[in-house]
T-cell receptor
Framework: KNQVEQSPQSLIILEGKNCTLQCNYTVSPFSNLRWYKQDTGRGPVSLTIMTFSENTKSNGRYTATLDADTKQSSLHITASQLSDSASYIC?????????????FGGGTRLMVKP | DVKVTQSSRYLVKRTGEKVFLECVQDMDHENMFWYRQDPGLGLRLIYFSYDVKMKEKGDIPEGYSVSREKKERFSLILESASTNQTSMYLCASMRARIARGGETQYFGPGTRLLVL
């Protein structure tokens, strides 16, 4: 069964600090991995997308890494801001004969405090 | 920019009512999806559609139906709303042809439905 597990479930950090969110997956056959940011009461917005051959990708202060051997990804946020308070969702895509199937992680709820 | 809109941000309905949730995308995407999001359960796929008049069941289709009469519009229907269908409903769209670098699902703002 395809699974995506994220940790921690929730995190509180002080403004200006860095943090790293984790995503472990057992999805096959792996196609790509995305990180989404979801503000409270709004739909998810894509931050990064990585394929098998990519092991790091940055989007401003967000840097995602992917280790396809260990099936782990991380999202590192640098110099956090209050606006980073949101849920971060890891989504892994598998492509097979049935098409493109997405498996969503449960998300990490990040709160940045002043 | 891709735009996915949903007809309502908030809805309050009574048990047994028929509920329509509308989703429209403006990027000519072939694939459209309906999810529900509940605390501790993450996003769960209800139905998806890969073409006009085509639909496929997702992980939790029971109690729901869908309609895709036009490419840009995908409707989720609760034939007889129940309290356990109180949730946040998210619509998404995506291109059918997967680019080499992968494709992204674009989400609408969500509809928070409360069934009393």
């Amino acid at each position: 069964k395809n699974q995506v597990e994220q940790s921690p479930q929730s995190l509180i950090i002080l403004e200006g600090k860095n943090c790293t969110l984790q995503c472990n997956y057992t999805v096959s056959p792996f196609s790509n991995l995305r990180w989404y940011k979801q503000d409270t009461g709004r739909g998810p917005v894509s931050l990064t997308i990585m394929t098998f051959s990519e092991n790091t990708k940055s989007n401003g202060r967000y840097t995602a890494t992917l280790d396809a051997d260990t099936k782990q990804s991380s999202l590192h946020i640098t110099a956090s801001q209050l606006s980073d308070s949101a849920s971060y969702i890891c989504v892994v895509s598998a492509t097979n004969n049935a098409g493109n199937m997405l498996t969503f992680g449960g998300g990490t709820r990040l709160m940045v405090k002043p | 920019d891709v735009k996915v809109t949903q007809s309502s941000r908030y809805l309050v309905k009574r048990t047994g009512e028929k509920v329509f949730l509308e989703c429209v995308q403006d990027m000519d995407h072939e694939n459209m999806f309906w999810y529900r999001q509940d605390p501790g359960l993450g996003l769960r796929l209800i139905y998806f559609s890969y073409d006009v008049k085509m639909k496929e069941k997702g992980d939790i289709p029971e109690g729901y139906s869908v309609s895709r009469e036009k490419k840009e519009r995908f409707s989720l229907i609760l034939e007889s709303a129940s309290t356990n269908q109180t949730s946040m409903y998210l619509c998404a769209s995506m291109r059918a042809r997967i680019a080499r670098g992968g494709e992204t699902q674009y989400f609408g703002p969500g509809t928070r439905l409360l069934v009393l």
